[in-house]
């Protein structure tokens, strides 16, 4: 049972976050996420395991005029991200329960699908005792899952935008062969000078583009603050992935 809510805030306070006082909370990741993915009014996101709903409402809060769905395994987590989409007056921003590895086949056909998936092996995870922290955090499902459930929701050339840690980048590439292009690699480095631990990866569903690679994010000062850049997309600018270098 999720014990004890708490309200948050993101995007400089337009975006209200009812999640869990105990488990998996959401912190910079699904803001990152939302700012990456290259939406327009009008247009239909699918994120896969929403959580509480906390990249789908930064990209509504960014976004006006789309139409979200969030999949979410977890019942009483998939109850508050309802309830978040309520309390930010969000009716578009639609909460099923389902696992991502068992796609309903309603969910078809969207512009774009976005995924923060569990960083942890559970082979290698020390395992949460904490039900929710578990299923937020130890990947159950494999990248596999994620990625051909990301690619069977996606209209044809429509986007797939994730984050992952950086040591799966080589695994999620292998995955995306073939099936997708345009693919942008974005390193997230921790301090300027400092080997990347994550990366946003884009693609386009059945496109032939060669992969490039972006310049990247430094998300730190060297005293801890978030550098300006990361502080404006914290505070709702757009993360534009167009800015790219050659692989």
């Known amino acids: 049972m999720i014990e004890g809510p708490t309200e948050d805030l993101l995007l400089g306070g337009r975006v209200r976050l009812r999640q869990p006082r105990v488990g998996y ?49 977890d019942p009483e987590t998939a109850a508050l991200a309802r309830g978040n989409a309520r309390l930010n007056g969000c009716e578009r921003f639609i909460v099923r329960e389902a696992d991502i590895a068992e796609l309903p086949k309603a969910l078809r056909g969207f512009d774009h699908v976005m ?12 395992l949460s005792s904490n039900d929710s922290r578990r299923r937020s955090t130890v990947d159950q499902a494999g990248l596999d899952a994620w990625i051909k459930s990301a ?61 490039r690679l972006h310049p990247g994010l430094v998300l730190h000062e060297p005293d801890g603050r978030y550098t300006p850049a990361v502080d404006a997309i914290l505070r709702g600018a757009a993360f534009d992935l167009s800015r790219v270098g050659s692989a």
């Not at 996101?45 to 979410?72: K, Y």
């Not at 995924?115 to 020390?126: F, G, K, Q, T, V």
């Not at 797939?160 to 590439?173: G, Y």
């Open 25 to 73: 909370r959401a912190a910079i990741d699904p803001v990152l996420l939302a700012a990456s993915v290259p939406a327009r009014p009008g247009e239909r996101v699918l994120d896969l395991g929403t959580g509480t709903g906390a990249a789908s409402l930064c990209l509504m809060a960014r976004i006006a005029g789309l139409d979200a769905v969030g999949l979410e395994i």
């Open 115 to 126: 995924a923060n998936p569990p960083y942890l092996d559970p082979a290698r995870a020390d």
């Open 151 to 211: 690619l069977t929701a996606a209209a044809p050339r429509g986007s797939l935008t994730l984050i992952q840690r950086a040591d799966r980048l080589a695994e999620i590439l292998l995955l995306l062969d073939a099936r997708a292009g345009a693919i942008v690699v974005v390193p997230l480095w921790p301090k300027a000078g400092e080997a990347a631990k994550r990366v946003i990866v884009a693609a386009r569903k059945g496109a032939r583009t060669p992969l």
